[in-house]
């Protein structure tokens, strides 16, 4: 707070953090205009050193891309993918800065708009109409064969425990709160979060789970085992991975961003972070709807569903907010007649 002629204080300014895959001429045209609605509503504009330069905003607040980045901001706002959203998440991890992300990447489970709805959500955050969610997020030590803590980092996604040498095969130990649970030999094993159940483990094979649910996922890549399949755990239980000494080399991978060795004979301990990720929230769509509209899942019975033969079931619109399902003939339809309240005499 800001003392004011009157002896007073005067409230700090609002403050949003963009952070920018600079790499494409239309997602720097985007957070340009953004950026200028966001100014011409009161709230300052904070930009990252190494984007800043290709973004050319004026009057915006330039910091380093470190952990004091998002310090006294309200949003993080993301323009990309999910790569560049788990980048803005290292660096509000510390701070109360609520991460949005606007989804210019293929898939973009993280974020909470698309493109043509970017209006709308400027406008949102200029009245403070969005909710925020709470992420579980994990956190990680590596610990050396004597028992000493070697190393760390953490995760929103997941973190792979994966062999170094592409060659051999890695040998593992699961434990679960401390006690053996199974052995194998495998490519690796993935401990995720709900969040990162529809990324990497979802790959792999693991469960989808839905991002409100507190719980944490083991799930085993291309194992050599008859019993390796998908866990889900408590959220306070500790998932360990122990390296034999004999074994292969191995590192961690945290959310595809961050690596750390394993040393020979050590083992990887994942537990719940303490701290949570904050995600803000403006439309009103849940996590179900979001899965419909990134994989285009049939949401009609098969049993009435029109469709031209297989492979050819009818495919969602792009707007999970409306509900809007199209058919093959490219009308919309609800509740199986046409938004105009007919129905197709089409063969």
């Known amino acids: ?30 957070a340009r205009s953004s950026a200028a609605r966001l100014q011409a509503g009161g709230i300052v504009v904070r930009l990252l050193e190494d984007e800043a330069r290709e973004l050319h905003i004026d009057g915006a607040e330039i910091v380093p891309a470190d952990a004091h980045a998002a310090r006294d901001t309200e949003i993080v706002m993301v323009f990309g993918g ?34 043509e709805a970017v209006e709308e959500t400027l406008q949102a955050i200029e009245h403070c109409e969005y909710s925020v969610e709470e992420r579980l997020a994990i956190e990680v030590d590596v610990v050396d064969a004597d028992g000493a803590v ?42 995720a979060t709900p969040t990162g159940s529809t990324a990497y483990a979802f790959s792999a094979g693991g469960p989808v789970v839905w991002p409100d649910v507190e719980a944490l996922l083991l799930v085993p890549t291309n194992a050599h085992a008859l019993f390796a399949r998908p866990l889900v755990t408590s959220p306070n239980s500790v998932l360990t991975v122990s390296i034999p000494a004999d074994g292969n080399r191995a590192r961690v991978s945290a959310d595809g ?51 031209a033969g297989p ?6 619109s792009r707007n999970v907010l409306t509900r809007e399902v199209v058919d093959r003939f490219g009308d919309v339809v609800a509740g199986g007649e046409a938004a105009g309240g007919g129905t197709h005499d089409h063969v």
Request: contains cysteine; aromatic residues 4%; charged residues 25%.
């Open 311 to 316: 492979g050819h079931e009818l495919t969602t």
């Open 1 to 30: 707070m800001s003392p004011t002629s009157e002896g007073g204080t005067a409230p700090q300014p609002r403050r949003v953090l963009l952070t920018v895959h600079t790499g494409r001429h239309d997602i720097v045209e985007l």
């Open 150 to 191: 070697v190393g760390g980092t953490w995760a929103l996604n997941e973190v792979s425990i994966e062999k170094a040498e592409r060659s051999r095969v890695l040998d593992v130990v699961i434990l679960i709160d401390g006690r053996p649970l199974t052995s194998f030999g495998c490519d690796g094993v993935l401990c």
């Open 82 to 115: 999910d790569g560049t959203f788990l980048r803005a998440a290292e660096l509000a991890r510390f701070t109360d800065a609520a991460l949005m992300g606007v989804n210019l990447g293929r898939v973009g489970f993280l974020a909470e708009t698309e493109p």
């Open 257 to 307: 961003r961050r690596m750390v060795s394993v040393p020979d004979g050590g083992r990887v301990d994942v537990r719940k972070a303490t701290r949570p990720v904050r995600i803000a929230r403006v439309h009103a769509a849940t996590f179900g709807d979001r899965l419909v509209a990134k994989f285009g899942l049939p949401v009609r019975g098969f049993r009435d569903a029109r469709h």
